[in-house]
């Protein structure tokens, strides 16, 4: 309500701010903007001091609702652990929204909940208040800025500005925080187990037991059988999807007519909107069926009824409208001069689209297929339902393998304490998933560079 409030009183101010232009301007004034910029100026000073106060009020009001509440309990509560206080404070706040638990008739517990409650809502009112009063405040220095001296549309232009460049510094330090989170994680969990054990060992048992005296006390954290399996999926997916893809785009941006186009492109991009579950579904149901009968049929033994083929397979089906559209649109974006100069040279359609367009379109297509190598690496779904969770360390596909996606969901799945390995073990194999991904963009950037200034 409070957030419709301010749009509402920013709105009118901005038609009060252009109205009050635009009648300076009738009566002869040389105003500086045209008297738009006066009304976004004077809707700029109404919103932004509101929705700052707003913003700093609400993130600091569960801390100071914190304190004032803990000062009204009993002095051997306060000196509780951090842990079990944070209990004890969430008992409260359930008490106070009326919640059921199980301390509901404790008076001391009761009497900090009304507290609780008689803070939260003067808080409330008060933010109400100051939030409005900065916001009617902020709209009558708009309005008393509009004269011949101010230049509105320079104000508008720095603001919108500034707004960019904290859009752009929140996706940088959103970046930033996601990398150190899961660094400080993975150092953590190194100082637990050696990083030559992680990234060489070749036995994968995260399983810890609680007690130092019990069997399987420390488990096993060799990560080379999960990136094996990871590698062999995504392969077997770009075997399918690349190929597949690839010819799907030269098709429709090289050889289809425009109606068969209009048809073919639309349906071949549904593949990519099907949840990935129902994939999985197909992938188990179907696919992984069929995949061991076929090779049971001509000779082969101990074929696994879940397995990497499988897998591979279906994830290549997913991926192929990433791969097929985006090539798509970068060979259709290759200028037609250049298809021209070749055929008027004698080459066929055929040598014109291998020896000229396809290297033209190459960063592009490259970029799809470094695209669908990302999708392919952080795909879950599909992986446990039809290749499961045994971390073998092979390379046949027939057999049952797991990926780095798979195992943090399966370690992170459910109440975990994050001081143990096996925790833990989930940020570092983050990490190195982070890391091989960067590696292929700085590989695709290096191709990119390369064909971009060859054909530039």
């Keep these: ?121 003067t808080s409330q009112l008060l933010k ?66 050696p990083f030559t054990e992680f990234a060489f060992g070749l036995h994968w048992s995260p399983q810890t037991s609680i007690r130092a005296d019990q069997v399987g006390s420390s488990g096993s954290f060799g990560a080379v059988p999960i990136f094996a399996g990871t590698l062999l999926i995504s392969a077997i997916a770009m075997l399918v999807a690349v190929p597949f893809g690839l010819m799907s785009a030269i098709y429709l941006a090289e050889y289809a007519s425009s109606n068969v186009r209009a048809w073919a492109k639309p349906l071949l991009e549904i593949l990519a909107g099907i949840p990935t579950v129902v994939y999985g579904f197909f992938a188990a149901l179907t696919v992984a069926p069929l995949v061991r009968d076929i090779f049971e049929g001509v000779g082969f033994e101990d074929v696994a009824s879940e397995s990497a083929l499988a897998a591979g397979l279906v994830m290549g089906i997913m991926i192929i409208p990433f791969v097929s559209s985006l090539s798509d649109d970068v060979i259709t974006a290759v200028p037609q001069a250049m298809r021209d100069g070749s055929l008027g040279l004698g080459a066929t359609k055929s040598e014109t689209i291998k020896r000229v367009v396809i290297p033209a379109a190459l960063p592009g297509i490259v970029g799809a297929i470094l695209l669908a190598v990302s999708r392919a690496i952080g795909e879950t779904m599909i992986v446990v339902m039809a290749a499961g969770l045994a971390a073998n360390l092979t390379i046949n596909p027939l057999e049952a393998v797991t990926t780095v996606t798979v195992q943090i969901v399966t370690l992170l799945t459910g109440d975990q304490a994050f001081d143990s390995p096996k925790t833990l073990v989930a940020f570092a194999l983050g990490l190195m998933l982070f890391v091989t991904t960067l590696i292929l963009n700085v590989i695709a950037l290096v191709v990119v560079r390369k064909y971009r200034e060859q054909y530039e």
């Design 1 to 121: 309500m409070l957030l419709l409030i301010i749009f509402v009183l920013t709105s009118v101010a901005y038609v009060v701010g252009r109205s009050r232009a635009a009648t300076l301007r009738k009566n002869g004034e040389q105003l500086h903007s045209l008297p738009r910029y006066y009304g976004y100026m004077t809707a700029i000073c109404t919103a932004v001091p509101a929705l700052l106060l707003l913003a700093l009020w609400s993130a600091s009001e569960p801390t100071f609702l914190k304190h004032s509440t803990v000062k009204t309990l009993p002095a051997e509560v306060q000196s509780l652990p951090q842990g079990q206080l944070d209990l004890v404070l969430n008992d409260i706040k359930n008490i106070a929204t009326g919640g059921i638990t199980q301390t509901a008739d404790d008076p001391v517990r009761e009497a900090s909940a009304n507290h609780y409650n008689d803070r939260k809502n």
């Design 128 to 193: 109400s208040f100051f939030v409005l009063v900065a916001s009617v405040l902020g709209a009558l220095y708009g309005l008393r800025k509009i004269g011949v001296q101010t230049r509105a549309r320079i104000f508008v232009e720095r603001a919108m500005m500034t707004v960019l460049i904290a859009c752009s510094c929140i996706a940088i330090f959103t970046t930033v925080g996601i990398v150190l989170s899961v660094l400080f994680e993975s150092l953590r969990f190194f100082n637990k187990v």
